[in-house]
């Protein structure tokens, strides 16, 4: 059954690989799944047919015959339990996984996406200079603690998995800040997703949409 994603035809972030759909990709190239974009604009999202989608109006939406879900943990959840590859086969180890999943999303990415919000869209308040070292210390004292527990492992349980599919990819969202580099081992973790060949197709597949040029495989 084929699979269909949404993605923006022009993201924000100009194809740095920011917008959700990328983590979508990276699973679905994890696994070995072919999909297709579809591709939308902003003003799409928020009408009638998106919306049967997706109820919050925003991008990616996942569909697979008469299958239609939103929310990255989600979609990147069943993909990984339909397809081997992202999820041990171990219960526990699999329960692992599954908790570093939440993790991501949970715990890891609200300070991030409050240190966006702080930057991008308070920058003319003025209490945005007192707020702004508050977020960032939110952040640090996450990245802290995530440091500490991957200490100079690979992965954070064992083998590669959605768990780290998902973490990397709300780290990646720190990458302009510099904080990411006041944690070298975390650092070295970015980079080892990124290295990974299934994430390079995903990213060169989402810059191919912004730039207008066909990724080169
Ligand atoms: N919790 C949801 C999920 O994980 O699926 C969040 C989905 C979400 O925030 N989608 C965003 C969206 O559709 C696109 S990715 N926003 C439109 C709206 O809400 O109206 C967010 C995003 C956009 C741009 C950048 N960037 O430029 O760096 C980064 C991330």
Known sequence: MSIIITAFERSPDGGR???????????????????EVRLVSFRAIKE???LALHPFGQIPTYEEGDLA??????????????HAGLLPVD?????????????????????ILELGTARLLEGDKPWH????????DRVRSRLKQLSARLDDADWLDGA???????????????????????????????????ARPAYKRAFAAQLAVNTGKPPTR
Do not use: K
């Open 17 to 35: 690989g920011l917008a959700r759909d990328t983590r979508v990709r990276w699973a679905l190239e994890e696994v070995g799944q072919p999909y």
């Open 129 to 136: 200079n007192e707020r702004l070292p508050l977020v960032e």
């Open 91 to 111: 219960a526990n180890a699999r329960a692992r996984a599954i908790t570093w999943m939440f993790a991501a999303v949970n715990t890891i990415e609200p300070p």
């Open 160 to 194: 590669f998995s959605a768990g780290d599919l998902m973490m990397v990819s709300v780290l990646l969202r720190l990458r302009l800040s510099g904080i990411l580099d006041e944690y070298p081992n975390l650092a070295a973790y970015l980079a080892r997703g990124e």
């Open 69 to 82: 879900l939103f929310e990255t943990g989600a979609i990147v959840f069943h993909i990984a339990q339909r």
């Open 48 to 50: 009638p047919a998106h």
